[in-house]
């Protein structure tokens, strides 16, 4: 029947179904938790699941929203608005994995494939993914809608399709606009540009737990009521959470119109996009990317490897190395700012409540109350540039390790000091001049930076000793950065609260207690150095390409 129905519209069954096959393979058979050591199994995707996770626990977040808004209208929409954000995030950062690649045209072009099979397999691929995405966050939220005021399925069934429908239509207004501005600018410049709107949508889609928490323990959403306005028609969420509207009584002009509305349009969109997804176009694309952009260059040597530490063989190595690729690679400096946004958001929510920052000399109960999410971003910048560093999508160049008489156990090592250098202590030092702003003296906050500084390289060295892989050697694969971000929050942050805890409440009133710990703490840096280089040593040898 399906064959039947492909043959219908001029698409080739057995080719759909091999590149379907094979794509999704390649996005999901390996991934954070899937180890090499051990042999994957045929058709297995141990990459779904960590999807499934990241998005269930977002959506587990929306669902308190869901519970307390006042009427369904206002849930839906808010849910609608809350996917849109999550999928235009996850595709702009995987445009050219998810919807287009470039390479397609190099391994297909020669191929007996027509237009309308590449655009259905396309298509279908992009479908699976922000499908995955949208019913994961949905899972949750969808379950309080079936027992809304009682048993009501269709509510459930609804809330299914307009998610989806939501999904698509945010996913193929990103082809519209990609294709269009990619007229008048460069796919590498687009790349970037695109890379800080995903930034910016980061914020909002994390800052959204902040705000909704607000509004539950103020009461707000449960008092709220949406009136339908005629304005209302131009906003997308909107047009989905109709069909919910539906359900429980509205049977208005305004649903009406806003199911037209959205329908026309989505459908509108898969059509241009239709017309757009062929692999002639991915071979313009690939054709523009490998074209050298435009820029004007100030010509003078980078100062990156000054420092002492990082001037000869390994070290500069490593320092140039990390320093291009931030340069360069989009994703990985956009896996680095995400700190920023975040401490920005746990800043704001500390101070949200008046008073400031406490001193954790003197007041440590008040400023582990409104400090405490900001130790969070500190915890987890550590694991985040760390799981940034291991893939890349400029993996193949990672040859280059294997065939020169360096030693890659110190590469390893010169990497992680590395990051500390340029990396954590800005960061750190950026956090000691908003302390300088609420402690009481600049001795605390010199003290206090320090021990966190420590407490930073302990994380790293630990992570190191745990993954020794080379950095930017191994491909990236679909959903995994979001799940290293979800397991790096819930494993550092654990241990950091604790730390942090144990530091303000016990250590800090008592001087000896400060000084004995800060001895203890370099003892620690200096034996984990020790044993990190010795594991990183005797596991890089093994290390081979791809691996």
């Known amino acids: 029947m399906i064959d039947s129905l492909l043959h219908r519209f001029d698409i080739d069954p057995r080719q759909f179904r091999a590149l379907l096959r094979m794509a999704l393979r390649i996005d999901f058979r390996s991934g954070l ?20 996770l990241f998005y269930g626990f977002l959506g587990l977040v929306l669902s308190f929203a869901v519970i307390e808004a006042g009427d369904v209208f206002l849930a839906g929409t808010i849910m609608m608005t809350f996917v849109m954000l999550a999928v235009a995030s996850s595709i702009l950062v995987e445009f050219q994995s998810v919807v287009i690649a470039p390479e397609d045209y190099h391994i297909l072009g020669h191929r007996p494939i027509s237009s309308r099979t590449y655009f259905s397999f396309r298509l279908a691929n992009m479908l699976v ?6 019913v994961s966050i949905a899972f949750v939220p969808v379950l309080f809608f079936v027992f809304w005021e009682g048993f009501r399925l269709l509510l459930g069934v609804m809330a299914i399709l307009g998610i989806l429908g939501s999904a698509v239509f945010t996913s193929m207004a990103i082809v519209f606009v990609y294709v269009n501005l990619l007229r008048w600018v460069h796919p590498k410049k687009l790349q970037r540009a695109f890379s800080y709107l995903q930034l910016l949508l980061s914020f909002i889609v994390y800052g959204s737990g902040m705000i909704f928490s607000s509004l539950f323990n103020a009461g707000v959403l449960s008092n709220m009521h949406v009136e339908h306005e005629q304005w209302m028609l131009a906003l997308p969420p909107t047009w989905f959470s109709s069909l919910m509207s539906l359900t429980v009584g509205g049977r208005g002009w305004f649903e009406l119109a806003s199911i037209l509305v959205g329908t026309s349009i989505t459908a509108i969109l898969i059509a241009y996009a239709y017309a757009t997804m062929s692999l002639e176009y991915a071979g313009t694309i690939a054709r523009l990317t490998e074209s050298h952009e435009k820029h004007r260059g100030n010509g003078r040597p980078s100062r990156v490897v000054s420092l002492p530490m990082f001037t000869r063989n390994e070290a500069r190595a490593a320092a140039l190395l990390v320093r291009n690729q931030f340069k360069h690679d989009q994703k990985f400096r956009m896996s680095v ?3 920023v946004p975040l401490t920005a958001l746990y800043l704001i929510a500390g101070l949200s409540g008046g008073g400031g920052l406490a001193d954790p000399f003197s007041n440590p109960a008040e400023h582990w109350e409104k400090a405490n999410l900001l130790y969070l971003a500190l915890a987890f910048f550590p694991v985040l540039l760390f799981a940034s560093l291991g893939r890349s999508d400029s993996w193949q160049a990672s040859w280059i390790f294997h065939v020169t008489p360096s030693d890659k156990g110190r590469i390893v090592l010169a990497v992680k000091d590395v990051l500390v250098i340029f990396f954590i202590i800005p960061y750190l030092l950026g956090l000691g001049i908003v302390f300088l702003f609420y402690f009481d003296s600049v001795q605390n906050v010199l003290l206090h930076v320090f021990t966190l500084s420590m407490l930073s390289h302990l994380i790293l060295q630990v992570l190191v000793m745990v993954y020794p892989h080379l950095p930017f050697s191994r491909p990236l694969r679909k959903g995994e950065r979001t799940a290293n971000i979800f397991v790096g929050i819930m494993v550092a942050a654990i241990v950091m609260f604790i730390l942090v805890n144990v530091l303000s409440r016990v250590i800090y009133p008592s001087a000896v207690a400060t000084g004995v710990t800060l001895v203890v703490l ?19 040898r093994l290390l081979q390409f791809g691996s």
Do not use: C, D, M, N
Not at 33 to 52: D, E, M, N, V
Not at 129 to 134: N, P, Q, R, S
């Open 337 to 339: 700012l995400a700190i």
């Open 129 to 134: 993914y922000v499908g995955l995405i949208a």
């Open 33 to 52: 938790f899937a180890t090499s050591r051990k042999k994957k199994r045929r058709g297995r995707f141990p990459g779904l699941w960590q999807i499934l």
């Open 522 to 540: 370099a003892v620690l840096t200096l034996v984990f150095e020790r044993l990190a280089a010795e594991r990183v040593r005797r596991k890089t």
